[in-house]
């Protein structure tokens, strides 16, 4: 049996909340994600100055960015579009000046209607007609940007405006509409996209490489022993399926995707086949990761037990064991969080825990 170590003060850098007062960091909210500040302490706990870091499963970039700005060399994959794009924008290295030259011309676009036959019902009840004829519009002016770097930062800006001024409402795994007063499009916009170029005058980043791409966590392909350090957070067991709540923005801004990763195996379904497909697929996660690590490389995942309406899946444990019939050595588990696993919502079934897994691959 494991040794499980309370580190219950690190507890909200598991969460996305820090990050949503950090330039760059906050320009784009994404649930599933952790904070810069967990990253930053796991850079401190293993001491890297050095050496290539990976996130398997990079959301929207959090662990690439908090390596640049220590000048750490980082690789990053992600299998969701939404999420990607946001990782890419935000780790990407621009010319201020051309940013603040493209933004003059967009302050300068006077209106005209577009077509908007093509947004079905279900799209168009999250906005006001003058909210969704800006959105178009700016969609349109922005598409028209010939600089692919240029154009996916405002992109990146279009979208988080979108959504703020909207009747979305995010309720956990479940989009709703709420009408409430919403800003002018146009004016958050622009004040949007001033800041956001602001933040990268304040950005101070380090001398580094920092690659973000699309790949299956199974399938990396990646050198063997080429990595020194993972940090990382894959899909939990059963959690509520937050990638569902950006529909909108995917429609309006992506072409829909079906590409299954890991994240397929997520849901509110009991049973075993889900259980054993999730750790069947974990397994494959890190039999590749042991496979691209160096040896000495050290690993810190952070995972989340199972709910289910009937037990408790220790999913920290069960991995932990996995990992360890691989090959790594299993260093640390610290419990960051404790909470209870409800049925109906009234009856306790278990304790759940999120922990950070610290593997070492022998060297």
């Keep these: 049996m494991y040794e499980l170590t309370n580190k219950l003060e690190w507890g909200e850098l598991a969460t996305f909340v820090p990050n949503k007062i950090l330039p760059v960091y906050n320009w784009f909210y994404y649930k599933e994600g952790f904070s810069r500040d967990l990253v930053l302490n796991l850079i401190r706990m293993f001491k890297i100055s050095k050496g290539t870091t990976l996130d398997p499963f990079c959301g929207v970039g959090t662990t690439n960015l908090a390596c640049k700005e220590k000048g750490i060399d980082s690789i990053g ?52 007609t003058h909210t969704l004829d800006d959105i178009l519009l700016f969609r349109n002016v922005v598409e028209g940007i010939e600089d692919n770097l240029t154009k996916d930062f405002f992109r990146l800006g279009l979208i988080s405006s979108a959504t703020r001024c909207s009747y979305m409402y995010k309720d956990g795994s479940v989009l709703k509409r709420k009408k409430h ?16 170029v602001r933040d990268l005058e304040k950005l101070k980043v380090g001398k580094c490489e920092t690659l973000v791409g699309r790949r299956d966590a199974r399938k990396l392909k990646l050198p063997k022993e080429s990595i020194d350090f993972v940090i990382t957070s894959p899909p939990y067991l059963n ?20 590409k299954r990763g890991v994240r397929s195996y997520i849901g509110i379904r009991e049973g075993n086949d889900i259980v054993k497909s999730y750790f069947s697929d974990m397994e494959n996660v ?32 069960l991995l932990s064991e996995i990992a360890e019939k691989i090959g790594f050595s299993v260093r640390k588990i610290y ?4 909470r209870w696993c409800m049925r109906n919502r009234t009856e306790k079934v278990g304790r759940l825990r999120e922990s950070l897994l610290i593997f070492e691959k022998a060297g």
């Design 77 to 128: 994959f992600e299998l969701s579009p939404l999420a990607l794009f946001a990782a890419r924008v935000k780790t990407s290295d621009y010319d201020v000046s051309d940013l603040r030259e493209t933004l003059k011309g967009i302050r300068r676009i006077k209106f005209r209607k577009l077509d908007r036959s093509w947004i079905p019902p279900n799209v168009r009840r999250y906005f006001n």
């Design 286 to 317: 890190l039999k590749e990761l042991y496979r691209v690590c160096k040896p000495g490389a050290k690993l810190a995942i952070v995972v989340g037990n199972g709910c289910f309406p009937t037990k408790v899946v220790e999913s920290d444990i």
């Design 239 to 258: 959690k509520i399926e937050y990638t569902k709540i950006y529909n909108i923005e995917e429609f309006l801004f992506f072409r829909p995707d079906k």
């Design 335 to 338: 419990v960051m969080n404790r």
């Design 181 to 196: 007063p919403v800003p002018p499009f146009r004016k958050f916009y622009h004040h949007r996209m001033k800041r956001m």
